[in-house]
């Protein structure tokens, strides 16, 4: 069975920080990694996805994740973090033999001036 | 293009009701993904419908039902509402053989009292 895990349902930076979200999965197959982003009162937005090949990947609003294999990873990061980016973010993770996302618990991102 | 549009925006039932959920899918998606959210936790996957079939459910009961239309237009049904049936319920679009790759809508919240 697949699953999610992420650390922290709170993270809190201030204006300008890095931002580091973390994001543990379990799969017997391999999986596609996704984070998305949800803004109060409103569904959800794809930030990033992992299928295959470069385990680098980059996403919009300068987000970037790194699949690690070794480590069941998909940490979300952003340099630098802005005002804009406080929000709620959930991690996924499918596979091609399923149509279905299991998502992680949520971390709420606080970014401060 | 036309993004994943749903109706109604809010919803308050009492327990023992039946409700109906409507979900438009962005334009050429032929895949329908119905979530709900709890407040405070991640989406749980409900069921999919692909070609006007379901294609895969999750962890939910019968009462929980949908439909798929040609024009890929969606709807969830839940009968015999219950009170932990209160949560925002997602519906998310995709094209098959897209790596899963969903479009979520901004969802219906429900309330049961």
């Known amino acids: 069975a697949q699953s999610v895990t992420q650390l922290g349902s709170h993270v809190s930076v201030s204006e300008g920080a890095l931002v580091l979200l973390r994001c543990n999965y379990s799969s017997s197959v391999p999986p596609y990694l996704f984070w998305y982003v949800q803004y109060p009162n409103q569904g959800l937005q794809l930030l990033l996805k992992y299928t295959t090949g470069a385990t680098l990947v980059k996403g919009i609003n300068g987000f970037e994740a790194e699949f690690k294999k070794s480590e069941t990873s998909f940490h979300l990061t952003k340099p630098s973090a802005h005002m804009s980016d406080a929000a709620e973010y959930f991690c996924a993770v499918s596979d091609r033999n399923t149509d279905k996302l299991i998502f992680g618990t949520g971390t709420r991102l606080q970014v401060f001036p | 293009e036309t993004g994943v549009t749903q109706s109604p925006t809010h919803l308050i039932k009492t327990r023992g009701q039946q409700v109906t959920l409507r979900c438009s899918s962005q334009?050429?998606?032929?895949?329908v993904s119905w979530y709900q959210q709890a407040l405070g936790q991640g989406p749980q996957f409900i069921f999919q419908y692909y070609r006007e079939e379901e294609n895969g459910r999750g962890n939910f009961p019968p009462r929980f039902s949908g439909l798929q239309f040609p024009n890929y237009s969606s709807e969830l049904n839940v009968n015999a509402l219950e009170l932990d049936d209160s949560a925002l319920y997602l519906c998310?679009?995709?094209?098959?053989?897209?790596?899963?790759?969903?479009?979520f809508g901004p969802g219906t919240r429900l309330t049961v009292l």
């Open positions: 334009s050429g998606h032929n895949t």
């Open positions: 998310a679009s995709s094209l098959e053989d897209r790596n899963n790759e969903q479009f």
